[in-house]
């Protein structure tokens, strides 16, 4: 047998093994995720074990893939990466998978309505507050009735992703040095080539992590605080509804996350709950449902409260900048102005803005605004909202006279 065709058949017992080696790792993920829990005493990293199995077995993997009795190491080493990068992304996968989402926690808007004014509400509002928590019930999707989706575990995944992404970095340096003893020349481009390193994983734990932190700040939000949010905050008379219980309840939360999740990416968490948490507050004032209506003269109560919600993550200096705070606060502040300008003004810029979106053909009759959730002083859905949560005599007029909304849903 000549040289070549020996290589070339040690080549393909190589290749072989690797394939039986990543097959039986893959196979060992799918099992033990399974009996994974993402309990946060586990350890006092807060980090799942299975995690660390895994990148224990990764590790024998290579260790033993330089142990071979091979020439041609450099080669075939592109092989294994690929191979246990693979089963790796499939681990980060199944750990992010069914956690959700913005869009799995954030109600459907309720259909536009015109207040009914004078009225005090108190009378009508249990029966709407019933009615609204029936509604949105399949919006917010209760993930599973499984604990291993509550708060506490969700950081534990967002860990488990920070630990993996900077163990990676540890490997592919242990996988240089491995090359440097078996004598190949510029270790340090062969592993940054393509394919000798853990690219798609890395890149997925950078993904699940952000997708993670969302859906930690979504559910914690819109799902977890919904009584004192969406069925409490302004509901009947403002001053009697206001944000302190919501305050409570989210800063209680904030001392669970703040426990449990890693410190390299805390920031990043509690950044995104505070952005729920303003995505939340303007939701009830511009798609709360009729069981809320808003005077010219609440509009100090509403600023009031929202500086009290910004206060909370600032935290005397001890939490969120400054500069962070007022970056994701500006669409909040930009809107609030419009719930003390009066009625006669809303209607004029409503005009005004509408005959600029949809050209001269509006004059005789105003068309309803589509909803696009940008919410901004400019925009003719936000000023459309703003009134029909108004609550007085000309705001019903109009919304009757131009649009015909109804007085309930």
Not at 20 to 34: A, G, I, P
Not at 60 to 77: C, D, Q, S
Not at 227 to 242: A, F, T
Not at 377 to 387: D, F, K, S
Request: proline fraction near 5%; aromatic fraction near 8%; glycine fraction near 6%.
């Amino acid at each position: 047998m000549n040289p070549y065709e020996a290589e070339a058949i040690i080549a393909n017992l190589v290749k072989s093994w690797i394939r039986s080696r990543v097959d039986r790792f893959m196979e060992w993920v799918d099992r033990n995720l399974q009996q994974e829990v993402w309990n946060p005493q586990a350890n006092k990293e807060r980090f799942a074990p299975s995690a660390v199995e895994v990148l224990r077995i990764m590790d024998e993997t290579l260790e033993a893939f330089f142990l071979l009795p091979i020439p041609m190491h450099r080669v075939l080493l592109s092989d294994l990466m690929t191979g246990l990068d693979r089963c790796l992304q499939h681990y980060i996968f199944k750990a992010k998978s069914g956690c959700g989402s913005r869009n799995t926690f954030v109600p459907t808007m309720p259909a536009l309505t015109r207040c009914t004014t004078g009225s005090k509400f108190h009378g009508v509002f249990k029966k709407d507050k019933s009615h609204m928590a029936r509604r949105r019930k399949p919006q917010v999707g209760t993930i599973n009735g499984d604990n291993s989706y509550g708060i506490s575990q969700l950081c534990v995944r967002i860990n488990t992703l920070q630990h993996i992404r900077k163990e990676l970095e540890v490997i592919e340096k242990k996988t240089i040095i491995h090359l440097k003893n078996s004598g190949a020349t510029h270790p340090d481009d062969i592993v940054n080539g393509s394919g000798k390193k853990f690219e798609i994983s890395a890149g997925a734990c950078a993904e699940g992590i952000q997708q993670l932190c969302e859906a930690i700040a979504y559910k914690v939000i819109f799902h977890d605080l919904s009584p004192v949010l969406w069925d409490g905050l302004y509901v009947g008379e403002v001053s009697s509804s206001r944000i302190e219980p919501l305050l409570q309840e989210l800063e209680q939360n904030l001392e669970i996350i703040s426990a449990t999740v890693h410190d390299r990416v805390r920031t990043r968490v509690i950044t995104n709950i505070m952005k729920a948490s303003f995505d939340g507050f303007l939701f009830v004032l511009l798609a709360g449902g009729p069981s809320r209506a808003f005077t010219q003269q609440d509009s100090v109560v509403i600023e009031e409260d929202f500086k009290f919600l910004m206060d909370l993550f600032w935290s005397n200096g001890d939490g969120l900048p400054t500069d962070l705070i007022d970056k994701h606060s500006t669409t909040v502040k930009r809107v609030l102005p419009l719930f003390h300008t009066d009625t006669d003004s809303l209607i004029e810029q409503l005009k005004c803005v509408t005959l600029d979106s949809y050209g001269s053909s509006t004059k005789s009759k105003l068309p309803l605004p589509p909803t696009s959730g940008q919410w901004s002083p400019t925009e003719p859905n936000t000023l459309l909202r703003v009134l029909c949560y108004r609550n007085d005599e000309m705001a019903t007029k109009f919304l009757k006279k131009t649009y015909n909304l109804p007085k309930k849903l």
